[in-house]
C-alpha cells in the first residue's frame, strides 16, 4: 500500500491556524493508508485538477468524502505545463501570475466553499504543488497569515517532490502522464521545483491589490460573510 507523498496539515508549524481544518496533498491513489492526522478524513474534497487529468471515481468519494471537482486551469495540468512552459524562460513566478489571472473565478469558487465547509477539507491537485499551492497561499494570505508563513508551508513542497513523482510514474507507468512527466524532468526541471520567488510573485499580486488577498477574493465573488468564516474556521 502507498500513502500520500505530499500530504500535510496548513496549520503545521502555524501559531494562529486551527489544526484539522485544512489539509494540502498530492493526488490520492485507491489504496493508500490513511495518515495519522488530526480531523482525518477530510468531509470535503476540493480536486483542483482538470477533466483531462481524472481516470476513476475519487478514493477518498468512497470513503465518504464529498469531492468537488474545482478546475484551476486546463494548462495547469503536469501535460499542459510541459507544452506551455517554454514561454517562461524559467519564471515560475510569471506562471503563477498568469494561473492566478486566468483562475481568478475557480480561485474564488474554492475559497468560498473552504469558508462553508462544515468539516476538514483536503486541497490536492496531481503534484499538491502548484495549483494547491495558489489557492492555499490565497486562503492564508485572505485571513491574514504573515507572508513568511505562506512561503514557508509552500516551500515544504520541495522535499517531497521525489515522493510525488514516483506515485506518479507508479499510477501511470505507459501513460501520456508519465511521459509528459519524463520529458518534464529531461527539459524544464524548474518546474518541478518550490522557489520562494514563485509563490512570493503571487503573493505580490496580491498584495497590489487595494484590499489585499481579501479585498482581490471580495471583487471576484467571495462574500464579506464568506471571509468573516473563513476566519472563523481558520483562525485559532
Known amino acids: 500500500m502507498t500513502s500520500l507523498a505530499n500530504l500535510r496539515d496548513v496549520a ?81 513566478g510569471a506562471m503563477y501570475r498568469d494561473i492566478v489571472a486566468g483562475a481568478a473565478p475557480a480561485l474564488a469558487r474554492a475559497v468560498a466553499l473552504i469558508a462553508e465547509s462544515d468539516g476538514p477539507v483536503l486541497i490536492h491537485c496531481t503534484m499538491g504543488k502548484d495549483r494547491t499551492g495558489l489557492l492555499v497561499a490565497a486562503v492564508l494570505a485572505a485571513v491574514g497569515e504573515p507572508r513568511e508563513r505562506i512561503i514557508a508551508d509552500y516551500a515544504l513542497t520541495e522535499p517531497n517532490v521525489a515522493g510525488v513523482l514516483e506515485r506518479v510514474r507508479l499510477a501511470n507507468p505507459e501513460g501520456a502522464l508519465a511521459a509528459a512527466l519524463e520529458r518534464t524532468i529531461d527539459e524544464r526541471p524548474w518546474l518541478l521545483q518550490a522557489p520562494a520567488s514563485a509563490i512570493e510573485a503571487a503573493l505580490n499580486l496580491w498584495d497590489e491589490h487595494p484590499g489585499g488577498a481579501a479585498g482581490w477574493l471580495q471583487d471576484r465573488g467571495v462574500s464579506p460573510q464568506q471571509l468573516t468564516r473563513l476566519r472563523e474556521r481558520l483562525l485559532a
Do not use: C, K, M
Not at 23 to 51: I, N, Q, Y
Not at 65 to 90: F, H, K, T
Open 12 to 92: 503545521t508549524g502555524a501559531t494562529r491556524l486551527r489544526p484539522g481544518v485544512l489539509f494540502r496533498s498530492d493526488a490520492p491513489h485507491a489504496g493508500d493508508l490513511a495518515p495519522a492526522l488530526e480531523g482525518w478524513p477530510p468531509r470535503t474534497v476540493l480536486d483542483l485538477r482538470s477533466a483531462e487529468e481524472l481516470a476513476n471515481e475519487h478514493p477518498l468519494a468512497e470513503a465518504g468524502a464529498e469531492v468537488i471537482g474545482v478546475p484551476l486551469a486546463a494548462q495547469a495540468s503536469l501535460e499542459g505545463l510541459a507544452d506551455a512552459a517554454a514561454r517562461y524562460g524559467g519564471e515560475l
